[in-house]
């Protein structure tokens, strides 16, 4: 019991001086996270604070105490070689007498979501592969910005130079406009960050990187985003923009491309190179949905685990939603499977390798499961990306809510699996793409 309240303790200080004295508020998080007294959900919450606050060696040393201590689910295993992963990208990220720099606006390289992960590290294997020895700077995206209100509404080719310098920094960080100067070539990879909840104010701010680059007369690229099929004002909006703009937006699936008359170019994370085969397949990677709530999330584990049983498969869960599943990590653990929230994308591919079938509604999480020859159920969600998908890959087969997953899994592994995702054609083209919107000067 005084364990537990020295625990308490420190989880308080920490949370006191987080903004005022990070060091000490680092402190303070190791030792409520590493003492007797503490629990495995108050371990879990530090190490993702220490993460984000950069503090990778502190978190580190969290995820080797649990894993001392015994780590049924896997869970620290994972989460320490995610960790790992940054630490290694933030020593690599200086470039000493690079020739080229370029400004890569919405890096999605440093998130927890593993597909985030995925496909921009694709995407930079390619930019690297178009400039070699390119300086990459990356620069994240602020979802703050499109809950603020502007002075000003704005329309394609309707902007004013403050009111797209104001939105520039308040999306990307008071240094966005420094980081364009800079750069060479500027990249805005949209990735999954627009959804049909996004104002056309919103898109207005989003896509300042490259309207500034424009104005800056800096070569620029759209490219490995999918863009939602907005109808009136929104739509009108950005077709408007891309027409402007030209053949240097792209999109990553083809339903955005004809939709916007815009480049495709297949997802970047399909860009990652394939891990060895894995004999032994004894696994099931339950996955969460983009933009589910937490029900629908639930339903798709319990319907995953009827599966599971039905196939004796050990039950994979490896979303960053997680916490919705809690109720369920004992049984899951009992049954000798994974309860993970993040990985590095090597480790992650380990794991997914040994699965069999893949259950879940995360759009990235089934091209990491294309790339290891596993096939997937995939939920049709609040996006289209799924739905694309499966038009893409002979590995996907949509499901709903109703589907009888029983019926459907057995006659997806008794057909067997052929793997079905692009090689090295899909990378010429990302490298011709960048090559020629950095030769083109925009107008």
């Known amino acids: 019991m005084f364990e537990g309240i020295k625990s308490a303790i420190h989880w308080r200080f920490a949370k006191k001086l987080r903004n005022s004295n990070p060091d000490r508020a680092a402190r303070h998080l190791v030792l409520a996270a590493t003492g007797r007294g503490a629990d495995v959900s108050r371990a879990r919450r530090a190490v993702g604070f220490l993460v984000a606050d950069k503090r990778y060696s502190d978190a580190r040393t969290i995820c080797r105490e649990q894993i001392s201590t015994g780590d049924p689910s896997g869970f620290w295993r994972h989460y320490e070689s995610f960790v790992d992963e940054l630490a290694r990208s933030c020593r690599q990220q200086d470039v000493p007498g690079s020739k080229i720099k370029i400004a890569l606006f919405n890096d999605t390289d440093f998130r927890v979501n593993i597909g985030c992960r995925l496909t921009s590290q694709g995407l930079k294997q390619q930019i690297l592969e178009a400039f070699p020895g390119a300086e990459i700077t990356s620069i994240g995206f602020n979802f703050s910005a499109f809950r603020k209100e502007f002075p000003k509404s704005t329309s394609a080719g309707g902007y004013a130079p403050s009111d797209i310098e104001s939105r520039l920094s308040t999306a990307y960080g008071e240094d966005a406009v420094d980081h364009i100067a800079a750069a060479d070539f500027v990249i805005l990879q949209p990735e999954g960050s627009l959804d049909h909840r996004t104002t056309a104010d919103g898109l207005a701010t989003f896509f300042t990187p490259v309207l500034t680059a424009r104005t800056l007369g ?11 099929i907005y109808e009136g004002e929104r739509s009108d909006y950005l077709k408007g923009l891309f027409r402007e703009l030209g053949h240097v937006v792209a999109a990553r699936d083809e339903i955005s491309a004809e939709h916007y008359g815009i480049k495709f170019l ?4 399909f860009l990652r190179i394939s891990p060895a085969p894995v004999a032994e397949r004894d696994g099931c990677l339950i996955t969460t949905g983009a933009r589910n709530n937490a029900e629908e999330d639930v339903e798709i584990l319990k319907a995953a685990l009827k599966v599971c049983e039905a196939l004796k498969l050990r039950p994979v869960v490896l979303t960053h939603a997680v916490e919705r599943f809690s109720l369920y990590e004992a049984e899951i653990i009992g049954r000798g499977g994974v309860f993970a ?5 090597e480790y992650a591919a380990e794991t997914i390798s040994k699965c069999r079938l893949h259950i879940g509604g995360r759009y990235h999480m089934a091209i990491f499961s294309i790339l290891c020859n596993v096939p997937s159920l995939l939920f049709d969600v609040q996006t289209h990306k799924n739905q694309w998908l499966e038009r893409y890959s002979p590995l996907i087969t949509l499901v709903h809510p109703h589907t009888d997953l029983d019926a459907a899994a057995a006659a997806m592994l008794s057909g067997g699996v052929s793997q079905g ?4 054609t899909a990378a010429e083209k990302y490298v011709h793409f960048l090559k020629r919107a950095m030769a083109e000067q925009p107008l």
Not at 266 to 269: C, G, L, M, R
Not at 341 to 345: L, M, P, R
Request: aromatic letters at 4%; a negative charge; charged letters at 10%.
């Open 218 to 228: 800096k070569p620029f690229a759209i490219l490995n985003g999918t863009i939602p």
């Open 266 to 269: 297949v997802d970047a994370a």
């Open 341 to 345: 929230e993040t990985a590095s994308i």
């Open 421 to 424: 995702h692009p090689g090295s």
